[in-house]
C-alpha cells in the first residue's frame, strides 16, 4: 500500500517538475533578463509608456503647473481671454486627454493582470511541490520511524530473553547449590 502510495507520489512530482520547468521556460522566452518584456506589439510598448507616464509624479506636477497657468492667464490677462471663466476649452482639452489615456492605461492594466496571474498560476504550481515534498518528508519520517520502532522492540525482545536466561540460570545454580 505505501509503496503504492510512494510510487503515485513520485510520478506525480515527476510531472508537476517537468511542468515547471516547461512554465519557466515559456516565463524566460516570454520576458528577457533584465526584467523588461520582450518582444512586445507597438500598441503594448505605448500602452506601457503612456500609463507609465501619466502614473508618475512628474506628469501630475508639470500638468498641475499647466493647468495653474492657463487658468491665471485666463483670469488676470487684460486683454484676449482665448478661454474664460468656467475655462471650456480647457475641460475639453481634460476630457480629450482622458478619453485617450483611459484605453492605453486600461491595456497596460490588462497585461499587467495577465502577467500576475501567470505568476499566481507559478506560485500555485510550487506551492503543490512544495506539499508533494513534504508529504514525502513525513513518509520518510513515518518509515525511519516505523524501522527504530522495529529495532527498539528487538532489542526489548533480546534483553527479555537475556533477562529470562540470566533468572534461569541463577534458579538453576540456586538449586544445584
Known amino acids: 500500500m505505501t509503496d503504492l502510495l510512494r510510487e503515485d507520489l513520485r510520478d506525480a512530482e515527476a ?8 512554465q519557466r521556460r515559456r516565463i524566460r522566452e516570454c ?14 510598448k505605448i500602452a506601457d509608456q503612456v500609463a507609465a507616464t501619466m502614473g508618475s509624479w512628474r506628469f501630475i506636477i508639470i500638468q498641475t503647473c499647466a493647468l495653474m497657468i492657463w487658468v491665471a492667464l485666463n483670469v488676470t490677462m487684460l486683454v484676449y481671454h482665448w478661454d ?9 482639452a481634460l476630457s480629450f486627454q482622458a478619453a485617450y489615456a483611459a484605453p492605453f492605461i ?14 499566481a498560476e507559478g506560485d500555485h504550481q510550487v ?3 512544495a506539499e508533494l515534498e513534504i508529504e514525502l518528508l513525513h513518509q520518510k519520517v513515518d518509515a525511519l520511524r516505523e524501522q527504530e520502532f522495529m529495532l527498539l522492540t528487538q532489542s526489548v525482545r533480546k534483553l527479555t530473553e537475556m533477562l529470562m536466561e540470566e533468572r534461569a540460570a541463577r534458579g538453576g545454580t540456586a538449586a544445584a547449590g
Open 15 to 22: 510531472a508537476l517538475l517537468k511542468e515547471l520547468r516547461a
Open 31 to 44: 520576458w528577457l533578463g533584465d526584467g523588461t518584456p520582450g518582444q512586445l506589439t507597438l500598441g503594448q
Open 84 to 92: 474664460p471663466y468656467p475655462f471650456i476649452l480647457l475641460n475639453l
Open 106 to 119: 486600461m491595456m497596460s492594466q490588462n497585461r499587467q493582470q495577465e502577467i500576475d496571474r501567470q505568476a
Open 127 to 129: 506551492n503543490l511541490k
